[in-house]
């Protein structure tokens, strides 16, 4: 092991769905930013970009378009026309269209490794950013003045040890972030015992651009997300204590489980490939800096994906914190000073309360077991469909709770003039 220091102004621990983004962020400004990742893309399974197909919000696909990745996401990603939500058994369902909402989509759907490669790509396009992977942290330490962040690089004999001392650390390393850790940011956590099982799957009608929302007491919310090959992505949502029987069952058995499960409105569910399963959880982080350190993404929180907005929120939890750096670097000013930690807390927090209480409403709602609760969710989901604000309202939550949207969202870099 070989010991040696380094300086850095914005390290950024994990290259994964929203630390890569926040790099391509910061790409413009001045700021000297490192992005540590131990599982580069494409080289072998990677936690983010895995076969996951994410629903994203209109002004994510925007922000992805002011960072360069999307027209290589583009190829691989279906506009979403019409969101179709029903409760298993019960005659109430609701159709939110776009045209009707005078909107060109509701948002887009891509595989999570499409989005991956494109991040990555769009980052090797710029130098400024240092690339350190594969490389894991394994310690650090943030004082006053700097953060130190202890890394291993390589592998086994030839595993290098480094320490790198920056001005801020952001924490991107997911749920079980150890920088939120080390930085001494409890969490909060509400365990949904639940496990989502996400599998590819073939139905006799193709995909097009219908997305659907299936609830059900029994079965546990299902959504079925549009691919553009015409197959689906599902995400099915059940009890703990039966996810490993379920995810678990020969290909026929799955499948006629999600038949009875979701319903025939894609006709018959023929395929199924490689299902992947994911314990479901609400858990925050209770602030959201610390000495030289922000939390983003799902270090700062991760949500139940019944409404597909982790990703979008962590995007805004990267576009607001993109867009005080740049202001800094403008200045001059320290990137880890205390006053811009706390301008992004106090800016975060409208949004990020609502989206949590939002997804945590809906599984809550749509769990309710007393007698007449599915009959109240059917009438419920009849009246959502007779009124047009409703959805507008619903289809507006795709822009965040927050008071402001950032620039990144509005199709603007995080550091130019007005
Ligand atoms: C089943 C499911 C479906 C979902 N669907 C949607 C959806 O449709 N729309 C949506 O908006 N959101 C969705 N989400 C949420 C979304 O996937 C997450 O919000 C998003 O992946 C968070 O990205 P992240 O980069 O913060 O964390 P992660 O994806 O967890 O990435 C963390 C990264 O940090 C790296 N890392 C970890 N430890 C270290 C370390 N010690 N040193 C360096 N690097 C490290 C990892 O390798 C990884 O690349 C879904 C989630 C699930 C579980």
């Known amino acids: 092991m070989n010991q040696q220091a380094a300086q850095t102004d914005v390290l950024i621990v994990g290259g994964g769905m929203v630390g890569a983004s926040l790099g391509l962020a910061l790409a413009a400004t001045s700021l000297r930013v490192t992005i540590i990742e131990p599982v580069l893309p494409g080289s072998g399974p990677q936690p983010s970009f895995d076969d996951r ?69 769009q980052l090797r396009s710029h130098p400024q950013v240092q690339l350190i992977a594969p490389a894991r942290v394994i310690d650090a330490r943030m004082d006053a003045d700097s953060a130190q962040i202890r890394l291993l690089t390589g592998s086994g004999s030839d595993a290098t040890e480094q320490t790198l001392v920056t001005r801020l650390v952001v924490a991107a390393d997911g749920d079980r972030s150890l920088i939120r850790e080390r930085a001494g940011l409890g969490v909060t956590e509400l365990d949904y015992e639940q496990v989502a099982i996400v ?21 546990g919310p299902i959504a079925l997300l549009p691919r553009p090959d015409g197959h689906y992505t599902v995400v099915w949502c059940v009890a703990r204590s039966i996810a490993e029987t379920v995810a678990g069952q020969p290909e026929p058995d799955f499948l006629r489980d999600l038949q009875q499960a979701f319903g025939w409105r894609v006709g018959a569910f023929t395929r199924v490939g490689q299902r992947a399963t994911y314990p479901l959880r609400l858990r925050r982080a209770m602030q959201l800096t610390g000495q030289r350190t922000v939390v983003v993404g799902n270090a700062a929180q991760s949500l ?72 109240l969710r059917s009438a419920g989901l009849l009246l959502f469909d007779a009124l047009p604000a409703a959805k507008r309202g619903l289809s507006g939550v795709s822009w965040g709770f927050g008071a402001r949207t950032p620039r990144l969202l509005r199709g603007m870099p995080a550091g130019s003039e007005r």
């Open 53 to 121: 197909c994410t629903a994203l919000a209109n002004g994510s696909r925007r922000m992805l378009e002011t960072l360069g990745a999307w027209p290589a996401i583009a190829p691989h990603a279906v506009s979403i026309q019409t969101i179709h939500v029903s409760d298993a058994g019960r005659f109430g369902s609701a159709r939110i269209e776009a045209a009707a909402l005078q909107m060109p989509a509701l948002g887009h759907t891509a595989p999570n490794r499409a989005i991956g490669a494109a991040l990555w790509q």
């Open 304 to 375: 139940h994906p019944v409404a597909g907005q982790g990703f979008n929120l962590g995007l805004r939890d990267v576009a607001t914190l993109a867009e005080l750096l740049a202001a800094a670097s403008g200045n001059g000013a320290d990137p880890g000073a205390e006053e811009l930690l706390a301008s992004y807390q106090s800016q975060r927090l409208q949004d990020r309360a609502g989206m949590m209480s939002f997804t945590d409403g809906l599984v809550r709602m749509f769990a309710l077991s007393f007698p007449g609760a599915a009959t």
């Open 199 to 219: 599998a590819n799957v073939v139905a006799e009608r193709r995909a097009t651009s219908v997305a659907f929302e299936r609830f059900g007491a029994a079965a």
